[in-house]
T-cell receptor, first 113, second 113 residues
Framework: GESVGLHLPTLSVQEGDNSIINCAYS??????FIWYKQESGKGPQFIID?????DKRQGQRVTVLLNKTVKHLSLQIAATQPGDSAVYFC????????????FGSGTRLSIRP | DTGVSQNPRHKITKRGQNVTFRCDPI?????LYWYRQTLGQGPEFLTY????????KSRLLSDRFSAERPKGSFSTLEIQRTEQGDSAMYLC???????????FGPGTRLTVL
């Protein structure tokens, strides 16, 4: 079936350290994956995406890794800052589903000063 | 700001009343999506438009829910005879045809008393 799940519901990180948020997906037909950041009271904000023909993609301070063998996705945030505090969602999108995004339940990232 | 906008941002209503929300997508985007998000969960897909055509509806979209996009620009989501279980954040997103990245608006938080 279709499902996107996260290993940890909460993550606490020291300011300045790197953060790693993990995600597992179960549908091998998924071909597009997205990470969103959602701050309290706001809509999800696009961070970075990756297609199934890639295994790594880098953005500004963020890196997404995709391991199709074990159906695992991760988001790495370098030099975590207080403004990174939010809930992070991984999501999957299948071309065959007319662009419907399926979200996981989210990981809350908190930053320790 | 040329992002996705939603109105109203908050709506409190009594059970049994009808409510209507509006979404204005990013101007050049021809795809528009509605999602519902409850506390602690990821957004759940409700329906999707390409231009004015409603192409997909989730089984979550009961017959009390109706969405329109009459001119292929803004969209409305109406809920008739609201129930307490309808209390949630209603999110709108838009994307360009052929490009899968969906950009979300700030959402409309509905509280049904």
């Amino acid at each position: 079936g279709e499902s996107v799940g996260l290993h940890l519901p909460t993550l606490s990180v020291q300011e300045g350290d790197n953060s790693i948020i993990n995600c597992a997906y179960s549908n091998s037909a998924s071909d597009y994956f997205i990470w969103y950041k959602q701050e309290s009271g706001k809509g999800p904000q696009f961070i970075i995406d990756i297609r199934s023909n890639m295994d790594k993609r880098q953005g500004q301070r963020v890196t997404v890794l995709l391991n199709k063998t074990v159906k695992h996705l991760s988001l790495q945030i370098a030099a975590t800052q207080p403004g990174d505090s939010a809930v992070y969602f991984c999501a999957e999108n299948m071309y065959s589903s007319a662009s419907k995004i399926i979200f996981g339940s989210g990981t809350r990232l908190s930053i320790r000063p | 700001d040329t992002g996705v906008s939603q109105n109203p941002r908050h709506k409190i209503t009594k059970r049994g009343q009808n409510v209507t929300f509006r979404c204005d997508p990013i101007s050049e985007h021809n795809r528009l999506y509605w999602y519902r998000q409850t506390l602690g969960q990821g957004p759940e897909f409700l329906t999707y438009f390409q231009n004015e055509a409603q192409l997909e509806k989730s089984r979550l979209l009961s017959d009390r829910f109706s969405a329109e996009r009459p001119k292929g620009s803004f969209s409305t989501l109406e809920i008739q005879r609201t129930e307490q279980g309808d209390s949630a954040m209603y999110l709108c997103a838009s994307s360009s045809s052929g490009i899968d990245t969906q950009y979300f608006g700030p959402g409309t938080r509905l509280t049904v008393l």
